[in-house]
């Protein structure tokens, strides 16, 4: 039981519904580690490398594609992100939890090359609502918001591709709702088989 | 959303795991109904028809089995066993979650006639004490006891057809487990489509 593997928690859905501000609150209420990405996008104000994210250059990218060394990678918005496949699975392998939040596009990898990671759509609670959290992000242009709002709308369409939905209305109830998502992946049979059949 | 399905939760496993106990924590801890079954055994001390259970003849039951008036029925120690079906799916419609305590048999037949229903195995710490459990239990007699044992071995076995697994070690444990496995199943993808696609 002691060395049972952890669970890849995968937090996904458009930009906009609030997947940052949910993981932030479940790194501080639940027993789960960060997964940290690498991206070749700049830095954004107050992000630091090996915290945020692992900042790399596009050739540095390319070259963790080559060797195999991702869980997931995606291009979006002209940038590489992507997820350091040792790093997760030496968590997991130490049976701690390991949360991910990243785009749909990674996140459709994920549940192929690790099944049985949990896939967790953080859904905003309208259309209208996900619309307005874009245009007043602030930090990108006209073309760019432009870009994330359509993208947006079409990343709606891929919930069906995940486990659970968990609208973003209320912090709090969200990061509660995921915690118990955590308590009962832990009791799923196929996770147990091991220690009981 | 407010006339979204109730989840059936069935809470199953060996005789002597202690699903009595841990339903009945549920109900008073949770928001969720019990469903009352059908038998054709003899009422034990202190139970009362239409309360623990519908006592029935054997030509009654029978009968709800000819009409088809049945969710789930088994024959165990030669006694029937059933959910009247009508019951659970009105609960279920007007949006209500509903317990059902019952045998592997029952649970497995559950899984046939209403496949998103939720199945919960009961297990107990160990094999050692499910056998301490049954034989001190003083409600059956010898033969009885070795029937209950023999069996409670096979169904054990049965685990692998169910969705979760929770050990029954201290039951406000279980019971918050279970609680949180109702939290999770109503954010399942599945279960919302209706409301966001």
């Given at each position: 039981m002691a060395n049972k593997e952890g669970i890849l928690l995968v937090l996904s859905g458009p930009s906009g519904a609030g997947k940052g501000t949910i993981c932030k609150s479940l790194l501080r209420e639940a027993e789960i580690q960060y997964s940290i990405s690498a991206t070749t996008r700049s830095p954004r104000t107050g992000e630091k490398d090996g915290r945020e994210y692992f900042f790399l250059t596009k050739e540095d990218f390319e070259n963790k594609i080559k060797e195999d060394a991702l869980l997931e990678w995606a291009k979006v918005y002209d940038n590489y992100y992507g997820t350091p496949k040792k790093f997760v699975e030496d968590m997991l392998l130490d049976g701690k939890d390991c949360i991910l939040e990243i785009d749909p596009q990674g996140a459709h990898k994920v549940r192929t090359n690790k099944p049985d990671g949990v896939l967790v759509f953080i859904a905003p609670p309208s259309m209208h609502e996900l619309e307005n959290r874009i245009t007043n992000r602030g930090t990108e242009n006209l073309l760019e918001i432009e870009k994330r709002l359509s993208c947006a709308k079409e990343e709606?369409?891929?919930?069906?591709?995940?486990d659970y939905v968990v609208i973003n209305d209320q912090v709090e109830v969200a990061t509660e709702k995921i915690k118990a998502i955590l308590v009962a992946e832990k009791c799923r049979v196929q996770r147990n088989k091991a220690c009981y059949l």
């Amino acid at each position: 039981m002691a060395n049972k593997e952890g669970i890849l928690l995968v937090l996904s859905g458009p930009s906009g519904a609030g997947k940052g501000t949910i993981c932030k609150s479940l790194l501080r209420e639940a027993e789960i580690q960060y997964s940290i990405s690498a991206t070749t996008r700049s830095p954004r104000t107050g992000e630091k490398d090996g915290r945020e994210y692992f900042f790399l250059t596009k050739e540095d990218f390319e070259n963790k594609i080559k060797e195999d060394a991702l869980l997931e990678w995606a291009k979006v918005y002209d940038n590489y992100y992507g997820t350091p496949k040792k790093f997760v699975e030496d968590m997991l392998l130490d049976g701690k939890d390991c949360i991910l939040e990243i785009d749909p596009q990674g996140a459709h990898k994920v549940r192929t090359n690790k099944p049985d990671g949990v896939l967790v759509f953080i859904a905003p609670p309208s259309m209208h609502e996900l619309e307005n959290r874009i245009t007043n992000r602030g930090t990108e242009n006209l073309l760019e918001i432009e870009k994330r709002l359509s993208c947006a709308k079409e990343e709606m369409l891929c919930m069906h591709n995940y486990d659970y939905v968990v609208i973003n209305d209320q912090v709090e109830v969200a990061t509660e709702k995921i915690k118990a998502i955590l308590v009962a992946e832990k009791c799923r049979v196929q996770r147990n088989k091991a220690c009981y059949l």
